[in-house]
């Protein structure tokens, strides 16, 4: 069965942001014809920091468009909010939310196939981005992160396609029930439990379970949320 289609597709070059020209890939532009999806990502997408942006396991960002009148209510008119692209994501859709997305959810999208990776950890390229100290943590704080595919097969993607769902590897995982786990219920030891044992889940969030398990601590999120 279909899906929503795609609203906006986007792509952009790492760019300087900010007053200290930090580079960035977040203020990417309407693509405006096909692309070619790669296991890496989009032909024409770059990050500033591949650190901890882009890879295989965030190939793709998708945020819904559906946030963006909850955003405009809460922080009032933006000129980055008029339109999709406020949050740099590749892909922007209507009716699909982090409480329906799961890890492992498999979508035919144009040519290529993707599969649901992870969430999206908001940092202070944002803050940057909407010109709001403390964007990033207000993202995180709501649980309207959006979140990352993978893809399993490349392909040409291009505005209006589908995502089709096709297989639903773990559904109860899905990417609202993750962040809670990650930033509500933090020291949930069964959930972190289950977090770890979740195979096709990136090896770094697996770890991060695993530390908090042994640790009983939290990690300090300050600097990916403030910056230095």
């Known amino acids: 069965m279909n899906g929503p289609p795609i609203v906006s597709l986007r792509v952009g070059p790492v760019q300087a942001l900010g007053p200290k020209s930090v580079p ?22 770059e990050q500033g920091d591949t650190r901890y942006h882009g890879g295989c396991d965030k190939a793709v960002h998708h945020y819904p468009l559906d946030h963006y009148a909850l955003w405009r209510a809460e922080l009032g008119s933006h000129p980055l909010l008029d339109r999709p692209g406020a949050f740099g994501e590749n892909i922007s859709a209507r009716g699909l939310l982090e409480n ?44 309207r992160t959006g979140w990352y595919y993978r893809v399993i097969e490349e392909g040409v993607v291009e505005r209006g396609d589908t995502l089709e769902l096709i297989d639903r590897l773990t559904p109860s995982w899905t990417i609202a029930r993750l962040w809670r786990l990650l930033y509500i219920d933090t020291l949930d030891r069964e959930g972190l439990s289950a977090l770890a044992a979740t195979a096709h889940l990136p090896l770094r969030w697996r770890e991060l379970a695993a530390k908090r398990l042994r640790s009983g601590q939290i990690e300090d999120w300050s600097l990916r949320l403030g910056g230095s």
């Open 24 to 45: 960035s890939g977040i203020a990417k532009q309407e693509a405006g014809r096909p692309i070619f999806l790669s296991l890496g990502g989009f032909e024409g997408d």
């Open 100 to 143: 329906h997305a799961a890890v492992g959810d498999r979508f035919r999208l144009g040519k290529a196939i993707v599969e649901v990776s992870q969430g999206r950890q908001p940092c202070f390229r944002l803050n940057l981005r909407m010109d709001i100290p403390d964007m990033a943590r207000r993202m995180q704080q709501s649980g």
